[in-house]
């Protein structure tokens, strides 16, 4: 049972655009979540959090949007750059647990 | 400086082989875990350790052991290899004991392969 979903597996944009990746879950007890960047042959990386108290949080060039009524997040990158091109996971946690529940990754490909 | 290690990056190993994977982090985190990417590219928690005691053990046969010797180190060791087992394993750590929004770092992973 995928408690946490990126239906997306692979999104293309062009350098300088918007980024927008989504992701839904299923479990009501999640109540913290994060977004991960993967590169090839290296570990993923911690880019940006948010708890369920808030709807949105910025760092930078990465915001992080919360819809707790539809169990949706989404990750905006702006502007994108080729070097944000790796692979995003989505992430959550509850309170209960010290263990992240992954999505299966979107890969971003931004384009010169 | 590395700040989460693990040795070796790659594994290839028969069936039935009993093999093990390192891990070390050097930042003085309390936490530690091991995650498995499967051919589908989940990242699934297998067990976490929290100063050195067990405290989560998901659903993982038995042939997986890990073993903490101090809370900078988490090993896994894995008994009777199985074609199944073959995937990339990640380990990781998080500073705050009990904490559940701590950032977990992740290590560079092992990409286990049985043949």
């Known amino acids: 049972d995928q408690q946490v979903k990126q239906n997306s597996p692979s999104l293309s944009v062009q350098e300088g655009r918007i980024s927008i990746l989504n992701c839904d879950y299923t479990?009501?007890?999640?109540?913290?979540f994060l977004w991960y960047k993967k590169y090839p042959a290296e570990g993923p990386t911690f880019l940006i959090s948010?708890?369920?108290?808030?709807d949105k949080n910025e760092d930078g060039r990465f915001t992080v949007f919360l819809n707790k009524s539809a169990k949706h997040l989404s990750l905006h990158i702006v502007p994108s750059q080729p070097g944000d091109s790796a692979v995003y996971f989505c992430?959550?946690?509850?309170?209960?647990?010290?263990?992240?529940?992954f999505g299966s990754g979107t890969r971003l490909q931004v384009q010169p | 400086d590395t700040a989460v290690s693990q040795t070796p990056k790659y594994l290839v190993t028969q069936m039935g082989n009993d093999k093990s994977i390192k891990c070390e982090q050097n930042?003085?985190?309390?936490?530690m875990y091991w995650y498995k990417q499967d051919s589908k590219k989940f990242l699934k928690i297998m067990f976490s350790?929290?100063?050195?005691?067990?405290?989560i053990n998901e659903t993982v046969p038995n042939r997986f052991s890990p073993k903490s010797p101090d809370k900078a180190h988490l090993n896994l060791h894995i008994n009777s290899l199985e074609l199944g087992d073959s995937a990339v394993y990640f380990c990781?750590?998080?500073?705050?004991?009990?904490?559940?929004?701590?950032?977990?770092?992740f290590g560079p992973g092992t990409r286990l392969t049985v043949l």
């Open positions: 479990n009501s007890m999640f109540d913290y």
């Open positions: 350790y929290n100063n050195k005691e067990l405290i």
């Open positions: 992430a959550a946690s509850d309170t209960g647990r010290r263990a992240l529940t």
């Open positions: 948010i708890s369920s108290i808030k």
């Open positions: 930042l003085g985190h309390d936490t």
């Open positions: 990781a750590s998080s500073q705050l004991a009990g904490g559940h929004t701590d950032t977990q770092y």
